[in-house]
């Protein structure tokens, strides 16, 4: 009787050590075991990416550096109002021009990420944009020159707007020398351009 007491004591002791430690221990260690599986897992994802990130760094550390410059001016990751303003009157200097009364806008992003709507859409692409409104004087064939030579730079820009208008000191000028012939004025006569650019760079 007393065998068949100890074993029933034994049994129930042993049945809420089970429960009241090995059990909750036992799921304590599979969630560590979880986490420690996971946190291996993170670990080696590292380690790819760490890999992945040495050999592009290789491949972009092998590209000429010259080439990287053209390709950051062709489209930069930020916008420097200042030095686009002179990059462009330096460009129109060599034509015999000036840039002047400049109005840079605000990007159309930042108008539209004011709002709800905007703040949405305009993480969908991976540029932006500004433009650029300026005046300029100098002859027809000087601006046509000055022109090409935008197109052909390698910063990336499109034209908006163009308004010509005669310059009015020119042709004060040009009727002070009404002895010239009339193909002579024409070659000389000087206009007066308001230009509006749009330029790009990479968010």
Not at 75 to 83: G, I, M, Q, W
């Amino acid at each position: 009787m007393i065998k068949i007491i100890i074993s029933i004591v034994s049994l129930a002791l042993a049945g809420a050590a089970f429960f009241m430690y090995t059990e909750p221990t036992y799921g304590k260690t599979q969630e560590l075991q979880q986490v420690i599986e996971e946190r291996n897992q993170a670990l080696q994802k590292a380690g790819e990416l760490k890999t992945l990130q040495d050999t592009l760094l290789s491949k972009f550390n092998a590209f000429d550096k010259g080439d990287l410059a053209r390709l950051h001016k062709l489209l930069p990751d930020h916008v420097d109002n200042v030095r686009l303003i002179l990059d462009l009157d330096r460009l129109a200097g060599t034509f015999g021009m000036a840039v002047q009364n400049v109005v840079i806008s605000r990007s159309a992003s930042e108008d539209a990420g004011k709002t709800v709507i905007g703040s949405l859409g305009s993480g969908k692409q991976n540029y932006d944009s500004l433009t650029l409104k300026f005046s300029t004087h100098g002859t027809y064939s000087n601006f046509i020159r000055f022109m090409e030579s935008l197109e052909s730079s390698l910063r990336i820009v499109d034209m908006v707007s163009l308004s010509i208008s005669p310059d009015a000191q020119s042709a004060s000028t040009a009727s002070a020398s009404g002895k010239a012939g009339t193909a002579s004025r024409q070659a000389e006569y000087s206009y007066k351009y308001d230009v509006t650019l749009r330029t790009y760079w990479l968010r």
